[in-house]
């Protein structure tokens, strides 16, 4: 059984900063791409940053320069660090990580619980 177990949400003012963790745990032979998806309500989801297993990184243009994503691959675990936040990031932060649970077997994506993030002007 996979687990995604996110934690750090909760609730700043602009210009804070806040460090999303998500730690991935069960029988997992190997994690591909992980990454951090938010949603607010009425809008898409969208993808906020993905961190590869070697370090390379990627961001939705609209967090680039106040975000980073990191991971620990001996942990199973993506982190995001959010500053200088702005009242229009509030959303529910969820991880993804897509990964096999054998090794010639098919990849899957897998979903956090979602952790909320408010930002107050």
């Known amino acids: 059984q996979v687990q995604l177990v996110e934690s750090g949400g909760g609730l700043v003012q602009a210009g804070g900063s806040l460090r999303l963790s998500c730690a991935a745990s069960g029988s997992i032979f190997s994690i591909n791409i992980m990454g951090w998806y938010r949603q607010a309500p009425g809008k898409q989801r969208e993808l906020v940053a993905g961190?590869?297993?070697?370090?390379?990184?990627n961001y939705v243009d609209s967090v680039k320069g106040r975000f980073t994503i990191s991971r620990d691959n001996a942990k199973n675990t993506v982190f995001l660090q959010m500053n200088s936040l702005k009242p229009e990031d509030t959303a529910v932060y969820y991880c993804?990580?897509?990964?096999?649970?054998?090794?010639?077997?098919?990849?899957?994506?897998?979903w956090g619980q979602g952790t909320q993030v408010t930002v107050s002007s």
């Open positions: 961190i590869s297993t070697g370090g390379s990184t």
């Open positions: 993804n990580a897509n990964l096999r649970l054998t090794d010639w077997g098919p990849s899957y994506s897998y």
